[in-house]
């Protein structure tokens, strides 16, 4: 399974991002593709998370409201849509597949990464 996620980038605090993310290979193995973000000198943090089969999310408390996770199942794709962007949104954002959880273990593929950079 390969993971191509894209459509990082600059943008002002209060804007807008979508990313995307295209798997390929045999994800029929996996239940849900999350996000994950890591700062600079931080941990890699749970963002959100979608299950391909019914569309259900989780969301972690700082990005509830403001960020909206979809999927494209005939395409393979998921799509995290960030809105009202802030300074602390900055981040390297990772998709990836496996379990509907959490937690970054129990993801068995993993994207490249994405830049997200908001500034003041």
């Known amino acids: 399974v390969q993971l191509q996620a894209s459509g990082g980038g600059l943008v002002q605090a209060g804007g807008s991002l979508r990313l995307s993310c295209a798997a390929s290979?045999?994800?029929?193995?996996?239940?849900?593709m999350g996000w994950f973000r890591q700062a600079p000198g931080k941990e890699r943090e749970f963002v959100a998370v979608i299950r391909w089969s019914d569309g259900l999310t989780y969301y972690a408390d700082s990005v509830k409201g403001r960020f909206t996770a979809s999927r494209d199942n005939a395409k393979n794709t998921g799509f995290l849509q960030m809105n009202s962007l802030k300074p602390e949104d900055t981040a390297v954002y990772y998709c990836?597949?496996?379990?509907?959880?959490?937690?970054?273990?129990?993801?068995?593929?993993w994207g490249q990464g994405t830049l997200v950079t908001v500034s003041s």
């Open positions: 290979g045999h994800t029929f193995n996996s239940v849900a």
């Open positions: 990836a597949v496996g379990d509907f959880s959490t937690a970054t273990i129990l993801y068995t593929y």
